[in-house]
């Protein structure tokens, strides 16, 4: 099927999703997470090809981390459905209300943006998040994930639209789209047809997206995170968090990728924290004083500050005072999570109210910057820019708004 017939399709599957109640919904989404779980042997399968593929082709293992899937992820994506089966729909909801003098009611409430483009890379889970998503908010889906994951993801997609169809639903509210580079180029200029696009990926994607795209885009940003140790932080509380926020999953938009440490504790912190990183194998790219600390780090660049390692590195300094880290963050930030560990309160709320983020942390780890983590179920990704979502985009944010008005025969004078 080419583009414009699938796109088309979808934007008539979205028409009939508009009206569908909160029960329909659910039963939709479990009986999409019932046919993923039935179809784990296949997924596993398709999957291992594309892994197989992607370490033939020389791609990093913190790529190829992200790519691949085992028994226990795929559960994690069966259960993420089952989760938004029992979130709130978010589809009729009163934003706000009100009565004009003349009696004429005001009320303005969420509805589907229509047809939704997810332009992906690689991981095979967000096929799932993002179906999930977008068909509890009543809108249909265009999946575009990248050839690295072609097969996963359309043993996915199969399986997924396999339980709309059981349960009667139009399979066409969830869509693979497939072909080359031009069918990505074609989405992008389908104004008209698709309502928004959503980039989820590197940076390198992401940029892409917004520049090329004639659709509306949602931005969804690169996580170039930091950890200030404050001059009052309980140390053993910032190693917990700093080895948490690095090493639990680093292939992830919310890890740890640039250590900061106040100079009044460095001399107690940098022993605890090179030994606790060390543990678990992490690449140290200091400065100065964190190359003194210890043979095995290496001296840090200019360009390890600026951007993602996705893998076990970090880039650590130490700094003078709150001020210099606040402006070492101003500088490198890409504006998706930062993190304060701190026992002074006046810090902490300058920090909070200072850095420019979608999500800042006092005392705790990054990796909580999670739309599951958060309690929204699922996410469709994490948005770093300001306008209408900001930070773990969830149900709520893949909702539009609509005013209804009601009058009883008033006429404007």
Known sequence: MDFNTQARAARAASIELVSLNRATKDAALHAMADSLAAAEPSLLEANAIDVATARGNGTPESIVDRLSLDPGRVSGMVQGLRDLAAL?????????????????????????????????????????????????????????????????????????????????????????????????????????????????????????????????????????????????????????????????RCSVCNALETLLVHRDVAEAFLPKALAALGEHDVTIHGDEAFVRASDDVLPVKLEDFTGEWLSMDLSAKVVDSLDEALEHIRTYSTGHSETIVTSDRAAADRFVAEVDAAAVLVNASSRFVDGGEFGFGAEIGISTQKLHARGPMALPEMTSTKYIIEGDGQVRA
């Open 88 to 248: 709130p729909d978010p589809v009729g909801d009163v934003v706000r209300g009100w009565r004009l003098p003349n009696g004429v009611r005001v009320t303005q409430v969420r509805v589907p943006f229509g047809v939704v483009g997810i332009i992906y890379e690689a991981r095979p889970n967000v096929t799932a998040d993002a179906a999930g998503i977008a068909l509890k908010s009543g809108n249909a889906a265009l999946l575009r994930g990248s050839s690295s994951a072609f097969n996963t993801n359309k043993a996915a997609v199969a399986a997924l639209r396999a339980g709309l169809e059981g349960v009667g639903i139009n399979p066409d509210a969830v869509n693979l789209v497939e072909g080359g580079r031009e069918v990505t180029t074609e989405m992008m200029q389908a104004r008209g047809l698709v309502d928004v696009l959503i980039p989820r990926g590197g940076a390198g994607l992401i940029q892409a997206v917004v520049d090329g795209s004639k659709v509306p885009v949602i931005e969804t940003g690169t996580g170039n995170t930091h950890l200030f140790v404050d001059a009052s932080a309980d140390l053993d509380m910032a190693v917990d968090i700093m080895v948490n926020a690095k090493t639990q």
